[in-house]
């Protein structure tokens, strides 16, 4: 073969599981910056995301400082230090603890660890959309229940789809994007059903949030009680962290020293595990957070539902809002060219939705004033 032939050759990438040729690469969105220069805006509000709009805890940000004098140096592939932070605000055993690039990442490496072709997972939808792409990644089968009437988890129904080809049950609680939670009875009675070859994994992204309502159920203590158990939180939410990438999980000692054989030694950055450890006792912030939240929540949902849209009971930082038969694509679009950044639902298939982050009382301002000014032209203007 002469080596022009050689050179006009390509190479044909396949995928080793088939599956990854349906996947749908997870959308992040546009950065403020460009939609800023985009559409020739001084101003961008971005409530799309979920992070926290005080951003990072002080106590976090005079660790990072402290950490950039040894930039050079590998991290603590242990999280030593985080990891005994964890452990004392928890009161678990440190032998108990995985970290990871975020949550996200603790979920792809459960898959690869538990997952092979045709295996399945059962979860609710629309949830966290990485559970489908952690499952199809690695050639599984996803198989998805839909959320009850109320837009909440149908556990009886999920339970119903366990099969023996079910290695692990994802359940957001809150969940995303509804911030719908599952009380915790319903959680008891449904792991106590559970297969023991099935591992459930409770993923807690904004257990902080969540906490104080009643009959909210606490991982930590489910764990504790010595049940099969995968429990996962992080620090990008409530705890402002969400640029560093840094979360955690807690499970069964075996299972942890499966996860590190697949972990890659420095996953969660050195400046990333001073920063959560710090994060983690500066209280004050968290509770600033938290409150800042709860009343914003109670402000929003009230002047959304004055508009005459409707919001789905949410126990995160984040409401769902039913937009009353608008087309979330247009609004979504229309909330864009007005400077106001939230997530479309499409994807979700609530094509009838958008979710909406709480943000800083002005923030929350200048989207209602956009919401109400879309809405009043889209009446003057009927399609």
Do not use: C
């Not at 499409?346 to 879309?374: Q, S």
């Amino acid at each position: 073969m002469s080596k022009s032939k050689q050179k006009a050759r390509k190479h044909t990438f396949r995928p080793a599981h088939k599956s990854v040729e349906d996947l749908m690469p997870y959308q992040t969105g546009k950065p403020i910056e460009e939609l800023a220069r985009e559409k020739g805006l001084d101003r961008i509000v971005k409530l799309a995301s979920n992070e926290n709009p005080l951003g990072s805890s002080p106590a976090a940000k005079d660790a990072v400082a402290r950490m950039l004098d040894d930039l050079g140096r590998y991290p603590d592939g242990g999280g030593f230090y985080l990891k005994e932070a964890i452990s004392e605000s928890l009161d678990v055993a440190e032998e108990m603890i995985v970290l990871g690039n975020g949550s996200n990442e603790i979920l792809e490496l459960l898959a690869q660890l538990l997952l092979a072709d045709n295996d399945e997972t059962v979860y609710a939808w629309p949830a966290f959309i990485v559970y489908r792409l952690a499952t199809m990644a690695h050639g599984a089968v996803g198989i998805e229940v839909p959320l009850d009437g109320d837009l909440k988890h149908d556990l009886p129904a999920m339970a119903g789809s366990i099969t023996e080809r079910t290695k692990l049950v994802f359940i957001s609680n809150p969940n995303n994007p509804t911030g719908t939670f599952v009380k915790t009875g319903e959680l008891v009675n449904f792991l106590d059903g559970l297969p023991p070859s099935v591992l459930p994994v409770l993923d807690e992204a904004y257990f902080e949030y969540a906490r104080d309502n009643a009959d909210f159920p606490d991982g930590v203590s489910l764990l504790k009680e010595g049940r099969n158990l995968v429990v996962m939180r992080t620090f990008s939410k409530a705890y402002g962290l969400a640029g560093l990438r840094v979360g955690y999980a807690l499970m069964p000692q075996q299972l942890v020293q499966l996860v590190n054989r697949v972990r890659q030694p420095f996953n969660v950055n050195s400046v990333a595990q001073a920063a959560a450890a710090a994060a983690v006792s500066d209280v004050d912030f968290l509770e600033k957070t938290l409150e800042l939240n709860r009343t914003e929540m109670e402000r929003l949902e009230a002047r959304i539902r004055s508009l005459g849209f409707n919001t789905v009971p949410s126990a995160a930082n984040f409401i769902l809002i039913d937009l009353a038969g608008l087309p979330g694509g247009e609004i979504f679009e229309g909330l864009q060219d007005k400077g106001v950044i939230v997530r479309a639902m499409d994807a979700y298939g609530l094509p009838e939705y958008i979710r909406v982050t709480v943000g800083l009382p002005e923030e929350n301002d200048f989207f209602l004033k956009a919401l109400a000014e879309i809405k009043k032209e889209k009446r003057g203007n009927p399609k």
